[in-house]
Nanobody
């Protein structure tokens, strides 16, 4: 059972940057996609970004495109989410996810992912 652990959340002011990291309990060579989702109180889980392990293609939700960047840190073996120009509406619990066999058309669907972290809170004040 792969365990994912997120870190890097916190309380920040609007306009600043924050970097989240996701570490797996074991190497995940069979995970086709790694992704970040977020969930605000009373809202559904929202796709943020995904990274295809082979090829390194990246995908973003419309609300974060141009501000957030997903990447792999090979030295630390983590998947990171660099969040710039944060807005109060970015406030949510951010979850790391890993998908073993999902196809490209389902990369934005939470149900397509096999493993999830516990989440890390990001709060952006205005």
């Amino acid at each position: 059972q792969v365990q994912l652990v997120e870190s890097g959340g916190g309380l920040v002011q609007a306009g600043v940057s924050l970097r989240l990291s996701c570490a797996a309990s074991e190497r995940t060579p069979n995970m086709r996609f790694m992704a970040w989702f977020r969930q605000a109180p009373g809202a559904e889980r929202e796709f943020v970004a995904a990274l295809r392990r082979i090829g390194g293609n990246t995908y973003y939700g419309d609300s974060v495109k141009g501000r957030f960047t997903i990447s792999r840190d090979h030295a630390k073996d983590t998947v990171d989410l660099q969040m710039n120009s944060l807005k109060p509406e970015d406030t949510a619990v951010y979850y790391c996810a890993a998908g073993r066999s999902l196809i490209l058309s389902s990369v934005r669907m939470a149900a397509a992912y096999n493993y999830w972290g516990q989440g890390t809170q990001v709060t952006v004040s205005s």
